[in-house]
C-alpha cells in the first residue's frame, strides 16, 4: 500500500475515533508510522539524487532552490 494511503486512512481513523489515547494504541501502529517514515527518507535521497544529477548536467541549477528546481523540472516537456 502506498505511504499517502496508509497515511489517509490513520489520519481517517484518528479524526474519527476522537480519542487520542485510544487512536495511538493501535497495533502494529508504531511500526506502520516508522516503515512509513523510511520509505519517505528514501525518496527524498531519491530526488536529491535526480536534483544533482540535473544540477551536473546544467550547472545554472545550482543557483535555484530545490522546491523551485522541482517545479521547474516537473513542468518541462
Known amino acids: 500500500m502506498a505511504v499517502n494511503t496508509r497515511l489517509s486512512f490513520h489520519m481517517g481513523r484518528m479524526y474519527d475515533d476522537k ?6 494504541i493501535v497495533q ?3 511500526t506502520d508510522l516508522y516503515d512509513m517514515s ?3 527518507d528514501e525518496s ?3 530526488l536529491f539524487q535526480l536534483l544533482e544529477r540535473k544540477r551536473k548536467e546544467f550547472p545554472r541549477f ?5 522546491d523551485h528546481l ?6 518541462s516537456k
Open 62 to 66: 545550482y543557483f535555484i532552490y530545490n
Open 44 to 46: 527524498q535521497k531519491i
Open 28 to 30: 502494529d501502529f508504531l
Open 38 to 40: 523510511k520509505k519517505l
Open 19 to 24: 480519542n487520542v489515547k485510544k487512536a495511538l
Open 70 to 75: 522541482f517545479e521547474l523540472l516537473g513542468n
